[in-house]
């Protein structure tokens, strides 16, 4: 007897969502997604505000959008995320709904709910679909890990250090001031 088959999403079921309701798209499944806490916020607005404020300063092209911020990581339907932080750097990926493409550097805040899928399954995903840089902040522990995919590297801080973006040559950021 077959086993019966199991249902594999789109990013078509994932606009097909009632409003307010989110949730993201991995290799055709559906897992939705908490609210965040405060403290996660405070962690997001420091890091978008220091990123933002660097590649302004530099004139830089790139773009930093904080979630809710769709990103079709691959051309096919099946995987759609929504990255605590992006940082695209090629404005052809681009367009009104987010991007199509994989981001150059992602920011993922850990909370209880998201530990597994964003050390595991968005490490891997993020990997293979041609993520430059990835971080996982995780604020339980006071530890940031980066992982430089460009170069095979990974490298685990705390709060109190400072954190060199891999994408930049001079951008360091501390998150010792979040509360």
Not at 155 to 175: C, M, N, P, V
């Amino acid at each position: 007897m077959p086993l019966p088959k199991e249902e594999l999403y789109t990013i078509d079921d994932i606009y097909s969502l009632p409003e307010g309701e989110r949730a993201e798209l991995i290799d055709g499944q559906i897992y939705d997604m908490a609210p965040p806490s405060r403290h996660h916020q405070e962690i997001s607005m420091e890091l978008s505000t220091a990123i933002q404020s660097y590649i302004r300063s530099k004139k830089g092209n790139c773009r930093v959008y904080a979630a809710p911020f769709a990103v079709q990581l691959d051309e096919d339907s099946h995987t759609y995320v929504e990255p605590d932080i992006s940082v695209i750097c090629d404005p052809n990926k681009l367009d009104e709904r987010g991007c199509k493409g994989a981001p150059d550097w992602i920011i993922e805040i850990v909370s209880p709910a998201s530990r597994r899928m964003d050390y595991y399954t968005k490490l891997f995903r993020y990997r293979t679909a041609g993520v430059r840089e990835y971080w996982i902040v995780d604020p339980s522990k006071n530890q940031i890990i980066v992982y430089d995919f460009e170069h095979g590297d990974m490298e685990q801080f705390t709060f109190q250090d400072s954190i060199k973006a891999g994408i930049y040559e001079d951008l360091f950021i501390r998150l010792e001031n979040v509360e």
